[in-house]
Nanobody, 117 residues
């Protein structure tokens, strides 16, 4: 049983900041790439960023993705949020359940971010 749980979403004013977390729990042998997607109202789900290394990476000029392998967690730090950032944010991860078996992709249930004054 593998589960990804996002947290940190909510209502924020334009120009504000939020930090999302996604924790993988359950029984697994290894976690590979982890990433973030989002789906805005009336639009398709889009990739924000994925991270396969421990070094953080900045995307969009406003978002930073990072991970802590010791905690099985991936983060998304968002600054200067605007109304167009309103969406459901999802994390995903490539996970190997047991050694000797192929890995698979898992998804969280998503967390809502609403940017409004």
């Amino acid at each position: 049983q593998v589960q990804l749980v996002e947290s940190g979403g909510g209502l924020v004013q334009p120009g504000g900041s939020l930090r999302l977390s996604c924790v993988a729990s359950g029984s697994f042998a290894a976690i590979y790439d982890m990433g973030w997607y989002r789906q805005a109202p009336g639009k398709q789900r889009e990739l924000i960023a994925t991270l396969s290394r421990k070094a953080p990476a900045t995307v969009n000029g406003r978002f930073t993705i990072s991970r802590d392998d010791a905690k099985n967690t991936v983060y998304l730090q968002m600054t200067s949020l605007q109304p167009e950032d309103t969406a459901v944010y999802y994390c995903n991860a490539g996970i190997r359940r047991t050694w000797g078996r192929a890995s698979a992709t898992y998804w969280g249930q998503g967390t809502q971010i609403t940017v409004s004054s």
